[in-house]
């Protein structure tokens, strides 16, 4: 499972403290996977990934020493302006694309690449959801 802040994660393991393993922070999740053996997820069998990469990242946790940093939490944004909300939405995009095989993804499938904002043409640099130049 994964949280978008600490304090989310901390609520989820009050509820159900026996998923430690399985509980991870976004931003977490993908500072762990970066020592992740892609190559070893991508050769078990679509089943059997998930639970494999919940195993690596919850001993990569146990050799990092710790829990989750406030650093890593990923900002709510919510009452706050659209541009905060597209900054938060390419956050949460870029932080997916480096967690091997998210949902099944094989190594080198790019289908995150194109995730963005919504309004937001990702092929395009300037202002978010249609705004003037």
Known sequence: MLT???QHRAEVLGLAPRRLRRVFTLVEAAALSEAVDR???AHLAPGDRGPALADALADGRAMRHGRPR??????DPVS?????????????????????????????????????????????????FGEPD
């Not at 406030?70 to 900002?75: A, G, H, N, P, T």
């Open 80 to 128: 706050m302006p659209a541009t905060v909300h597209a900054e938060v939405v390419d956050r949460i995009a870029d932080t997916l694309r480096s967690i091997p095989l998210l949902s099944g993804r094989a190594p080198g499938d790019r289908s995150l690449e194109q995730v963005s904002a919504p309004g937001r043409d990702p092929r395009r640099p300037g202002p978010p």
């Open 4 to 6: 978008m802040t600490a």
């Open 70 to 75: 406030q650093d890593e939490d990923i900002l």
């Open 39 to 41: 190559d070893h997820l």
